[in-house]
């Protein structure tokens, strides 16, 4: 039997998928046992952005590689809703600015004609909405659930590999993800190790 292309790249967007259901489960379990304290404004800000990115990368031709990014959206957008009760109340004006920030880049956004430039935007925005976070973890490392930053590492490389059409469209946003959850591993397990 002769692997396609098009078999390995289902196969990763299959695995992608999978595993970024898995990361999430035990960051949903540490919410509701207390352990985690999501920043709202970081869940905010993904979801209306992953919403963004999935609809975009569908209509790029990114195929099966949206698809880890779309089910991403909705755990996005229940993280948020939980993050009102159980979220931090370690919100500071850096993190504030941040979310200003990014709410204004995504009212420019909507105003953008250009696919290459949408990405690219999209992209500073979610890098700038995951900063409140990457702030807290470094603060507070033992607020966040080391595991989902871990496994987005590892569907992120999955799903970057289950594109179908690679351009600055398709990859750059998935691209940003996989650096910013190594950022978090790095940052949480630095921490971890000198507190």
């Known amino acids: 039997m002769q692997v396609t292309t098009e078999f390995i790249k289902t196969a990763c967007g299959i695995l992608a998928t999978i595993i970024s259901v898995i990361g999430f489960i035990p960051y949903l379990k540490d919410i ?9 404004y970081t869940w905010l800000i993904w979801t ?3 919403v963004t990115g999935v609809i975009a990368m569908f209509n790029s031709g990114a195929g099966i590689g949206a698809l880890a990014l779309a089910i991403g959206a909705f755990f996005c957008a229940y993280i948020f809703i939980l993050s009102l009760k159980y979220g931090t109340k370690n919100i500071t004006i850096f993190d504030t600015i941040c979310l200003i920030g990014a709410l204004g880049a995504i009212a420019v ?3 953008l004609h250009n ?3 949408s990405v690219i935007l999209i992209t500073i ?7 409140p976070t990457l702030r807290k973890a470094y603060v ?3 607020s966040e659930t080391l595991s989902l930053f871990v496994l987005g590492t590892i569907w992120s490389t999955f799903n970057i590999f289950a594109i179908s059409t690679y351009s600055i469209t398709t990859t750059l946003y998935p691209s940003c993800i996989l650096f910013a959850n190594g950022v978090c591993c790095l940052v949480l397990w630095l921490r971890r190790k000198n507190t």
Do not use: A, N
């Open 125 to 131: 925005i979610d890098f700038v909405g995951f900063l």
């Open 32 to 40: 509701f046992r207390k352990k985690t304290h999501p920043h709202s």
């Open 115 to 117: 696919p290459i430039l």
């Open 109 to 111: 956004y909507v105003f």
């Open 140 to 142: 507070e490392p033992y």
């Open 48 to 50: 209306i952005l992953q």
